[in-house]
């Protein structure tokens, strides 16, 4: 489902060069839960990032769903990104002046032909899926931070992207929530076949997935 293949990524400036990425050759198969970890600063972020299509690489190539997505233009990646992916972040990035019903509609707002009754039917059943139906017209800031994890699961969900990219998506969270929202995850996978890469600090939410792989210092270790 992705093919990274001799991705580097080097961030300039007048007097300095930074190796984030080198060299990383990764597959990941269809319907996998991935696992990435590793210290901070060692390329787990801007990996995810790539994956995800925010960033590009300085080079190497990126085949998803075996269609290489490295040189197709500014529109046609954020047309690609809108169909196949969902992004789930840390500090869930809900927008506080809509209900969640509302932020869970945004990313089909950018699909063509999807009326505004069809989108509410969506979200509907999206926040059914993450179990927050009865907060469907709260507003984020009335919800407790695995309930607005939730929500962002919901969001990412909507579309249903084929590969799910979570980063440190149970890092703001207590240990209870963080299982909530885990088991959540795992039920994605596991029911609907969705290709998930997490990355995480958390050794026992890592040991939850298929395979772990571990990153340092820009590299592929493991």
């Given at each position: 489902?992705?093919?990274?293949?001799?991705?580097?990524?080097?961030?300039?400036?007048?007097?300095?060069?930074?190796?984030?990425?080198?060299?990383?050759?990764?597959?990941?198969?269809?319907?996998?839960?991935?696992?990435?970890?590793?210290?901070?600063?060692?390329?787990?972020?801007?990996?995810?990032?790539?994956?995800?299509?925010?960033?590009?690489?300085?080079?190497?190539?990126?085949?998803?769903?075996?269609?290489?997505?490295?040189?197709?233009?500014?529109?046609?990646?954020?047309?690609?990104?809108?169909?196949?992916?969902?992004?789930?972040?840390?500090?869930?990035?809900?927008?506080?002046?809509?209900?969640?019903?509302?932020?869970?509609?945004?990313?089909?707002?950018?699909?063509?032909?999807?009326?505004?009754?069809?989108?509410?039917?969506?979200?509907v059943k999206a926040l059914e899926k993450v179990g927050?139906?009865?907060?469907?017209?709260?507003?984020?800031?009335?919800?407790?931070?695995?309930?607005?994890?939730?929500?962002?699961?919901?969001?990412?969900?909507?579309?249903?992207?084929?590969?799910?990219?979570?980063?440190?998506?149970?890092?703001?969270?207590?240990?209870?929530?963080?299982?909530?929202?885990?088991?959540?995850?795992?039920?994605?996978?596991?029911?609907?076949?969705?290709?998930?890469?997490?990355?995480?600090?958390?050794?026992?939410?890592?040991?939850?997935?298929?395979?772990?792989?571990?990153?340092?210092?820009?590299?592929?270790?493991?």
């Open positions: 489902m992705i093919k990274l293949s001799n991705i580097e990524k080097i961030y300039r400036t007048k007097t300095i060069e930074t190796t984030a990425l080198n060299q990383i050759n990764l597959n990941i198969g269809k319907g996998e839960f991935v696992a990435i970890m590793g210290p901070s600063g060692c390329g787990k972020s801007t990996l995810l990032n790539i994956m995800g299509l925010l960033d590009t690489p300085t080079a190497g190539s990126i085949e998803i769903d075996e269609q290489t997505v490295t040189a197709l233009s500014r529109k046609s990646l954020a047309a690609f990104r809108n169909l196949k992916l969902g992004f789930v972040f840390q500090s869930y990035h809900l927008i506080n002046d809509l209900s969640v019903i509302d932020n869970v509609e945004l990313p089909l707002l950018y699909r063509k032909g999807i009326s505004s009754a069809e989108r509410r039917k969506r979200a927050l139906s009865a907060r469907s017209k709260h507003y984020p800031n009335q919800l407790s931070g695995g309930q607005r994890q939730r929500v962002a699961i919901a969001r990412a969900i909507i579309g249903n992207p084929e590969i799910l990219l979570a980063d440190e998506p149970t890092g703001n969270l207590d240990s209870a929530m963080g299982e909530e929202v885990m088991n959540l995850m795992l039920h994605l996978n596991k029911t609907d076949g969705t290709t998930i890469v997490m990355v995480t600090h958390d050794q026992h939410m890592a040991k939850k997935t298929q395979r772990i792989i571990h990153f340092f210092d820009g590299q592929q270790v493991s």
